[in-house]
């Protein structure tokens, strides 16, 4: 799959990311969610960070699929997340090309 980088600012809590898109002349709507997660945040303490995404990402929305962990700095990590239908529209149209 082709990618397009936009760069999004860094600001706290979630950013709910619309783009309408067309595509060989198909329209269609994707939804993306940004959301920096501070590691003060594990509620259980650990030395691993991965241990703290897993945790923090256990109970997110379930309407939202996990698309990406950006890189990580002192205070928190980026995640983006797809809306899990878009994610299955994404798939259908990769099979078709």
């Given at each position: 799959?082709?990618?397009?980088?936009?760069?999004?600012?860094?600001?706290?809590?979630?950013?709910?990311?619309?783009i309408d898109v067309t595509i060989n002349g198909?329209?269609q709507a994707l939804h993306y969610r940004v959301?920096?997660?501070?590691?003060?945040?594990?509620?259980?303490?650990?030395?691993?960070?991965?241990?703290?995404?897993?945790?923090?990402?256990?109970?997110?929305?379930?309407?939202?699929?996990?698309?990406?962990?950006?890189?990580?700095?002192?205070?928190?990590?980026?995640?983006?997340?797809?809306?899990?239908?878009d994610l299955v529209k994404q798939r259908q149209?990769?099979?078709?090309?």
């Amino acid at each position: 799959m082709a990618h397009i980088a936009i760069p999004i600012p860094t600001v706290p809590g979630k950013q709910d990311i619309e783009i309408d898109v067309t595509i060989n002349g198909q329209k269609q709507a994707l939804h993306y969610r940004v959301e920096l997660f501070y590691w003060g945040d594990c509620t259980v303490p650990t030395f691993d960070r991965v241990d703290c995404i897993r945790q923090m990402l256990s109970s997110y929305d379930q309407d939202w699929t996990l698309y990406y962990i950006g890189s990580p700095t002192d205070k928190f990590v980026p995640v983006t997340f797809v809306k899990k239908e878009d994610l299955v529209k994404q798939r259908q149209l990769m099979t078709m090309a």
